[in-house]
Nanobody, 117 residues
């Protein structure tokens, strides 16, 4: 049973930084793709950033230049460094993972990020 557990969320002032972590357990193989999505109140869940095994990175336009995704394949762990945070970044951030050639998506329970003064 694959489990993803996020950590690192919290309250931060505008312009501040946070680092989210997502640790996976229960899987046998290294994930093909790991990433982060977020869902703000009253809005749909949206892609933030993904990391494909082999080094391909993808970011939402709204976070480019401010957020950085990285991963440790050996540990099946993915991180999201968030800098220059804005109030509009406030959301629940979810970790996502997929195996190669497998349509299933694995999700964490989410960690809340609140950007407010």
């Amino acid at each position: 049973q694959v489990q993803l557990v996020e950590s690192g969320g919290g309250l931060v002032q505008p312009g501040g930084s946070l680092r989210l972590s997502c640790a996976a357990s229960g899987g046998i193989f290294s994930f093909y793709a790991m990433g982060w999505y977020r869902q703000a109140p009253g809005k749909e869940r949206e892609l933030v950033a993904t990391s494909i095994r082999g080094g391909l990175l993808n970011y939402a336009d709204s976070v480019k230049g401010r957020f950085t995704i990285s991963r440790d394949n050996a540990e099946n762990t993915v991180y999201l460094q968030m800098n220059s945070l804005k109030p509009e970044d406030t959301a629940v951030y979810y970790c996502n993972a997929r195996y190669y050639n497998d349509p299933r998506n694995y999700w964490g329970k989410g960690t809340l990020v609140t950007v407010s003064s």
